[in-house]
T-cell receptor, first 113, second 113 residues
């Protein structure tokens, strides 16, 4: 069974600073995908970034980067130059090939002006 | 382009009443379809998933059921709602394993009173 752990229930970050959201996972599969989603107060789930287990380079998408440490089974999300619009709940998720997506409990990020 | 429609956006239902939430997908064929529930401030719990018409798998025992009468239609139902059925329900689709993970609908906020 897959398990995703997000240990930070909530975080505050100053505007324009970077923030790192922690995510660890547990799986016995060798092939898997790691995802981060953003959920603003409206409730929609917005896909941010993806990392495949065989990808050697860390994924980056604009201000989002994924710090993938396979041996430690961690997939932390880094948001650089935080903006007020980044305030939301962030979920780490994982799926093995062709299987269901499992989510962590989420981290609430509040960006302060 | 692929889109996913989910309705209604909000719903207030009395205990013991029936429920029917509908989700439809456009622009793709034979998608995998999913129903998730999210309690307030919590992560997403997978309720049902379907890999084809009439094929439903349940992840957790509960008061709800799901059906897939057409390839791109997924319905979540209950004969008699409980207070504990309150939550935010999200429909999602995927085509196997992709680097985009799942695409989510806009969600239905259900309050059982």
């Amino acid at each position: 069974a897959q398990k995703i752990t997000q240990t930070q229930p909530g975080m505050f970050v100053q505007e324009k600073e970077a923030v790192t959201l922690d995510c660890t996972y547990d799986t016995s599969d060798q092939s898997y995908g790691l995802f981060w989603y953003k959920q603003p107060s409206s409730g929609e789930m917005i896909f941010l970034i993806y990392q495949g287990s065989y990808d050697e380079q860390n994924a980056t998408e604009g201000r989002y980067s994924l710090n993938f440490q396979k041996a430690r089974k961690s997939a932390n999300l880094v948001i650089s130059a935080s903006q007020l619009g980044d305030s939301a709940m962030y979920f780490c998720a994982m799926s093995t090939w062709g299987d269901k997506l499992s989510f962590g409990a989420g981290t609430t990020v509040t960006v302060r002006a | 382009s692929q889109t996913i429609h989910q309705w209604p956006a909000t719903l207030v239902q009395p205990v013991g009443s029936p429920l029917s939430l509908e989700c439809t997908v456009e622009g793709t064929s034979n998608p995998n379809l999913y129903w998730y529930r999210q309690a307030a401030g919590r992560g997403l719990q997978l309720l049902f998933y379907s890999v084809g018409i009439g094929q439903i798998s349940s992840e957790v025992p509960q008061n709800l059921s799901a059906s897939r009468p057409q390839d791109r239609q997924f319905i979540l139902s209950s004969k008699k709602l409980l207070l504990s059925d309150s939550g935010f329900y999200l429909c999602a689709w995927s085509v196997g394993h992709t680097d985009g993970g799942y695409t989510f609908g806009s969600g239905t906020r259900l309050t059982v009173v």
